[in-house]
Nanobody, 125 residues
Framework: QVQLVESGGGLVQAGGSLRLSCAASGRSLRTSSTGWFRQAPGKEREFVGGIRRSGITTYHTDSVKGRFTISRDNAKNTVYLQMNSLKPEDTAVYYC??????????????????WGQGTQVTVSS
């Protein structure tokens, strides 16, 4: 049994920052590939970025534009998404997801097995 719980969302003004947390239980995220996704009302869920078991990170450059940073605290078994210079278009429910399968595929194309419940991020103009 693997459980993921997101937290840290909220309401911020454009240009502000938030740090989202993805806390895991059941297995160590150190042995996982962990991704962040977001979904706005009426839209499909989209990939934001992720971190491999090696610590290598990947971002959706066109949407993130260097504003977001993903990191992992192995002692806390938690993956973070630091979001800076937030824009109204970043408004969405943000999800973390994990897989423990080993693959050479790009992280954006992985089949993630475990998903959190999501945390709401709202950016006002």
């Amino acid at each position: 049994q693997v459980q993921l719980v997101e937290s840290g969302g909220g309401l911020v003004q454009a240009g502000g920052s938030l740090r989202l947390s993805c806390a895991a239980s059941g297995r160590s995220l150190r042995t996982s590939s962990t991704g962040w996704f977001r979904q706005a009302p009426g839209k499909e869920r989209e990939f934001v970025g992720g971190i491999r078991r090696s610590g290598i990170t990947t971002y959706h450059t066109d949407s993130v534009k260097g504003r977001f940073t993903i990191s992992r605290d192995n002692a806390k078994n938690t993956v973070y998404l630091q979001m800076n210079s937030l824009k109204p278009e970043d408004t969405a429910v943000y999800y973390c997801a994990a897989t423990f399968r080993t693959t050479a595929q790009a992280i954006s194309t992985l089949n993630f097995d475990y998903w959190g419940q999501g945390t709401q991020v709202t950016v006002s103009s």
